[in-house]
Nanobody, 124 residues
Framework: QVQLVESGGGLVQAGGSLRLSCAAS????????MGWFRKAPGLEREFVAG????????NYADSVKGRFTISRDNAKNTVYLQMNSLKPEDTAVYYC?????????????????WGQGTQVTVSS
């Protein structure tokens, strides 16, 4: 089992930045593909960013390309999401997820492990 705990969310003004962290425990995530998702009220959970186990391949939703960066530190068993130039429409609960796969995974239903989420609120 893998336990994931997100942190770093909060309230920020539009144009600001936040860095989310996802700390894993239970197993090393060095062999896991990792993803960040978000869910806003009334909307479906959506893919934000993903990364292969090695970090060599990343993918981003069009809405966050150029503003968000996913990274991982396997030595710390932690994945990050750096969010810059935040917009009010980025307001959501952000979740990290893990799956024991070599390739990058976009579909949320293919992830096996989820964190509890961290709230990000961007004010205009």
């Amino acid at each position: 089992q893998v336990q994931l705990v997100e942190s770093g969310g909060g309230l920020v003004q539009a144009g600001g930045s936040l860095r989310l962290s996802c700390a894993a425990s239970g197993r090393t995530i060095s062999s896991y593909a990792m993803g960040w998702f978000r869910k806003a009220p009334g909307l479906e959970r959506e893919f934000v960013a993903g990364m292969t186990w090695s970090g060599g391949n990343t993918n981003y939703a069009d809405s966050v390309k150029g503003r968000f960066t996913i990274s991982r530190d396997n030595a710390k068993n932690t994945v990050y999401l750096q969010m810059n130039s935040l917009k009010p429409e980025d307001t959501a609960v952000y979740y990290c997820a893990a799956v024991l796969r070599l390739r990058l995974i976009v579909a949320p239903n293919q992830y096996d492990y989820w964190g509890q989420g961290t709230q990000v609120t961007v004010s205009s």
